[in-house]
Structure formats: C-alpha cells, structure tokens
C-alpha cells in the first residue's frame, strides 16, 4: 500500500508537467434508456410486474491531452432519481436489492489519470472514486440492456480507489489498493477510513492481430475487506476472474464476443459463488443482433421485503445458494443524427432457478416455480462514442484522443 501511494504521489505531478505544451481538451456524452420491462416471478406471490423506466441516465465528462500526461474521468449517474427503488431484474442481486438491479451512486467515477512513457514502456496511475482493475467490463457499456446476475462477482465498482498500470507491448499489469465498502444509498461516499482495506491485480494480454481484430486476455485477483458491512465487521471476500474478449470483421459486419468466468469466496471458504457468462454481437449496417448465455451462484439473503434484503449483512442471514441460468436475446437498430445515436430494441431472458448444496431456501416455494422471464421494449437516447469502456483508465488518453 505504501509503494503504490507513493508511486501516486510522485507520477501526477511529473505527468503534469509533461503534457505543459500539450493542448487540453474534452468531451461531455450523455445516455438514456426508457424502458417498458414486463418480468416474473415476482417475489412472494409468483406472477409478473410491468414497469415504464427510465435507466442508466448517465452524463460522462472527459477530459486531458492527445499527447498524453494528466487526464479526468467523470460520470454522473442519477439512477437514484430515475430508479430508486430498483429496475426489474429477476436474479440480479447487491447493495441490499435482490431481483432488481440496484441504483448505481450519482458520482458514479471522479477519477484523476496521469500517464507518462518510461523507457520502452508506459506508466499510468489513477486515483478517486471508480473502478478497480478487477474482471470484465462494466455492463452498462455492454450490448444488453440486463445486468447480469453476476454483475457483484465479475466487477468491482464505485470505490475510493488508487491504482497503476504498466503496459510494455502487448502486456499491461495493473494493481489497486481501494477500500472494501460497497455504497449503501445513491449518495453514499466511500468511508476514507476503511481506503487501503483491499487489493487487486490485473494482467491483461493482447496478442497482435491482423489490422481491424482485437483479442484481450485477462486474469485478476482481489482480496475485498467486508464488502457488505461498512462498519468493516462482515465477511471478506477472495476474488478470481478471467476472460477473453474478441473483437472484429465478420464478413460484411463487425462482431464482439466475450467468455468469462469468475469465482467469489467469503468467510473463508464458508460460502462459494461461481459464474460462466458468454456474450456476443454483430454490427451489420444499422442492425445490432445480440445473445447472452449465463450460469451463475448467488447468496439467498434474508429479506426485509418482496425485492430487499437485510443490510449490514450477517453470516446468518445467508440462506441458501441458488443457481441462475438465463439466456437473453436482443435486438437493435441504430438510427443516426450527428452525434446523437438513437437505438430502438426488444430484448426478452428465458431461464431456470436451481439449488445449490444445502440450506433453507426454497425457490420453487418463494417464487411459486422455478423458471425466470423478461420482456423489455426500449429506446436508448445517447451521444457516447460506440466503444467506449468505462473504467478502464489505461485506456483513458487514447480513447480521448481518437474520440
């Protein structure tokens, strides 16, 4: 923790005074989605809920210089406002919510990134409220409009968080020290407090291609200090993930395709949830097809109510382990004004609820059945490059510079 603090406080203001002669500039994209979502079962009753929302309302600023040197992150996203009660989701779980994917905080990153050559290599460092090297991309940026039910397994997110990248050709080694609390409320900010309470690394490989291809390889691990209790009295977590994201030509079209797998332990090995996720898209033309297969472990929480679960989280007040496997299919057309991007889509989920070794929970009793179902009519509204992957902060100057 002590060297990578120091590497902070010593790279910002040398990458500073690098990119004096270079010209700053910055890009302000907004998105919306609203969303007609029919989903069951519902909690307590069976049955399906019908809701009209309006979901990940984001306004993202970025901010530094094509040559590289200091560079800003920040996105605001008023989830709390438009969603506080959750968006229906049946399987996604976290932040005290469960069959609902929880508001995200409205400084959702404000992060500050300093990037610098060193011999062969590049350094970068970042720090503020963000995301931590850990696992695949945020699903906001991703082609469905569900969150995954893993979403609390694969990503960690919305920390106090200090972090450095180094990149030498095809390789880049990330590693992060932040703290361990996840946020209670859509105010909430992290408790400085506890910043320094966990780690994180990240090795990402891309192996060169041909012009046009993209391949990346990633494998992480975190150890995260009482995740669920912010008073950092709860179970901590071991975490491991890995991936591999392709991008490229198809034909006439472009595709994207992501596999990944992680594994959460906590309390020493007392409780294991794993996850298999496999995704993919096509881009032919104004057409955006896209599928997502997913097997995941979740906890079964005592709940306080049909789509809430008791918070601080207790060891007893684990139930159960339940199995999701859910298929989404999906559909977009983009239509194009300037920078605006309209995209008009359905998307429907299909899937199954299965236990898991012992305990108390019963989904077949819970939910009146066993089989899960979504239906969403949407429109997004953005002007966001297509691309773009939040969090990924070694990729920040780049990413600004092209855009």
């Not at 984001?58 to 040559?67: I, N």
């Not at 594994?263 to 020493?268: A, D």
Request: hydrophobic residues 40%; contains cysteine; aromatic residues 8%.
């Amino acid at each position: 923790m002590r060297w990578l603090g120091a590497a902070c406080a010593a790279l910002v203001p040398w990458a500073g005074a690098g990119a004096q002669s270079a010209r700053p500039s910055a890009r302000l994209d907004a998105s919306a989605v609203a969303v007609l979502t029919a989903a069951g079962p519902v909690p307590r009753g069976g049955g399906m809920a019908t809701e009209l929302r309006i979901v990940h309302p984001v306004l993202m600023l970025r901010a530094g210089t094509a040559a590289g040197g200091l560079g800003l992150v920040v996105t605001v996203n008023v989830d709390g406002w438009t969603i506080p009660n959750g968006e229906l989701a049946p399987g996604m779980w976290g932040e005290g919510f469960v069959d609902r994917r929880h508001p995200h905080t409205f400084a959702h990153e404000i992060m500050l990134v300093a990037r610098m050559p060193v011999g062969g290599s590049r350094v970068t460092v970042a720090a503020g409220k963000g995301f931590v090297p850990f696992g695949t991309d945020d699903p906001m940026g991703r082609p469905p409009l569900r969150y995954p039910v893993n979403h609390h397994l694969s990503q960690i997110l919305e920390r106090a968080v200090a972090m450095v990248a180094l990149e030498h050709g095809s390789l880049r080694v990330e590693g992060a020290v932040f703290g361990g609390d996840e946020p209670a409320t859509p105010r909430g900010w992290p408790k400085l407090d506890r910043f320094g309470d966990s780690w994180a690394a990240r090795v990402t490989v891309r192996p060169p291609l041909p012009t046009g291809a993209a391949l990346e390889l990633q494998g992480s691990h975190a150890r995260v200090h009482s995740p669920e209790h912010r008073d950092g009295t709860g179970l901590d977590q071991v975490k491991w993930s890995g991936s591999a994201r392709w991008t490229g030509p198809l034909g006439p079209a472009r595709a994207y395709a992501l596999a990944e797998w992680a594994r959460t332990s906590e309390g020493g090995g007392a409780f294991v949830y794993h996850t298999a996720l496999a995704e993919a898209a096509l881009e032919s033309g104004p057409h955006r097809p896209y599928l997502r297969i997913e097997s995941t472990e979740r906890p079964e929480e005592e709940r306080v109510a049909a789509y809430r679960t008791v918070r601080p989280l207790r060891d007893d007040a684990i139930l159960g382990v339940t199995r999701w496997t859910i298929v989404t299919l999906g559909y977009g057309l983009d239509l194009l004004s300037g920078r605006l991007r309209l995209r008009p889509f359905v998307e429907g989920s299909l899937g199954g609820i299965a236990t898991v070794g012992g305990g108390f929970f019963d989904p077949a009793v819970y939910y009146g059945g066993t089989t899960t179902r979504a239906a969403t009519l949407g429109l997004r509204v953005a002007t966001m490059p297509v691309g773009h992957r939040m969090g990924r902060y070694a990729d920040h100057m780049e990413q600004h510079a092209h855009h």
